[in-house]
């Protein structure tokens, strides 16, 4: 119980080694846990994008976030397996290539399904194309 | 993997804009504003992986996505888009409840995800060697670099490593790419077509319907 009170009491202290000092020293060294924390602060963006937008387009370009934010992920591991020395580290820029082929065949497939709709219902908003819908 | 000094600075530079130009593509009003933020975003990202030593893949991510993938969305925006948004009297939003509803899902999944990261890093950062040794060996790997022509950095041989792994270890799953982006040239040139071109294509006569 005292412990969880400890890091508060610490911003208190201006000295050296205090926890502004320590925040300071974690701010200026990004390891792997910020690259982490910036990949999942995107990934959100873009799910909280796909869930409130009605342009169909922009609901596109937020999954091309979520995948993106997936990518920095992966470049993230890669880079920290090689510093710990992992012989098969470069694995990870190898599935960021794959997983932007497959972002780029995803945007064109799904592109030319907007226009097909586009063609036969006249909007992009999606809670108007509701032909599935019973 | 720890950056230092300016690596440190351009870091969050990059971190902060990759991450104002992500919510800003999720809140602009007009399409073609979403896809400029996202533009930016990307870039934004390619710099994040020159700073994590990946130089291949920020090549192809700025080659690929905003080369490639956001022209298309751009040509997609001008094709569709018929100025309902700009007139401003359109909501860009779903109805308030799907919103709230949304929203606090996504500030569980911050806070889920926050906790997460935090816990198993610093999990992990007990089961390493310590990070003097780490960085004894990165500088011992640093030292079989080639040095470049201004005698200042080293030639990393990101490039190298990873066009021989893509051609040996994922030999099989790059054919594999190959063959999913064929089918997605031809499934993007059927969907889009027009009427007129499908009953070309059928022998057909466009001004019956099909039975």
């Known amino acids: 119980m005292l412990n969880s009170f400890i890091p508060i009491l610490a911003l208190f202290q201006a000295a050296e080694g205090g926890r502004w000092a320590q925040t300071w020293q974690a701010a200026s060294h990004p390891d792997l846990s910020k690259f982490l924390v910036i990949g999942a602060l995107l990934f959100i963006i873009g799910v909280a994008g796909v869930l409130t937008r009605r342009n169909i387009i922009v609901i596109f370009m937020s999954i ?3 995948l993106n934010a997936a990518n920095l992920n992966f470049i993230a591991f890669s880079r920290y397996l090689t510093s710990i020395g992992n012989v098969n ?7 960021a290539v794959f997983v932007i082929v497959v972002a780029a065949a995803e945007a064109a497939i799904g592109l030319g399904i907007v226009i097909a709709l586009y063609r036969n219902k006249e909007t992009i908003w999606v809670d108007e194309i509701d032909l599935l819908k019973w | 993997m ?15 804009a990759a991450i104002f130009a992500g919510l800003l593509t999720v809140m602009a009003r007009n399409a073609v504003h979403s896809a400029l933020f996202l533009i930016s975003s990307l870039v934004s990202v390619a710099a994040l992986f020159v700073l994590a030593g990946a130089e291949f893949i920020a090549g192809v991510q700025i080659l690929v996505y905003v080369g490639g993938v956001m022209v298309l ?3 997609v925006i001008m094709l569709v888009n018929v100025g309902a948004e700009e007139k401003g009297n ?6 308030q409840r799907q919103v709230a509803a949304s929203l606090i899902f996504c500030f569980l999944l911050v806070g889920g995800v926050l906790y997460a990261v935090n816990k198993g890093y610093s999990g992990l950062q007990k089961v390493n060697p310590p990070a003097e040794t780490l960085a004894e060996q990165q500088a011992a790997r640093d030292q079989s670099h080639a040095v470049s022509a201004t005698k200042v950095s080293r030639i990393t041989d990101d490039t190298q490593r990873v066009g021989a792994s893509l051609y040996r270890y994922a030999a099989l799953p790059f054919e594999i790419a190959s063959v999913l982006l064929l089918v997605a ?21 466009p001004d019956e319907p099909k039975s």
Do not use: C, H
């Open chain 2, 2 to 16: 720890t950056l230092s000094g300016y690596e440190a600075l351009f870091f969050w530079i990059f971190a902060l």
């Open chain 1, 89 to 95: 580290a470069v694995a990870g820029q190898i599935f």
């Open chain 1, 64 to 66: 091309e976030l979520i």
């Open chain 2, 73 to 75: 969305f751009l040509f």
């Open chain 2, 185 to 205: 040239i031809i499934g993007s040139v059927m969907l889009a077509r027009t009427l007129k071109q499908e009953s070309a294509a059928d022998d057909l006569d």
């Open chain 2, 90 to 95: 359109e909501e860009i939003f779903n109805n």
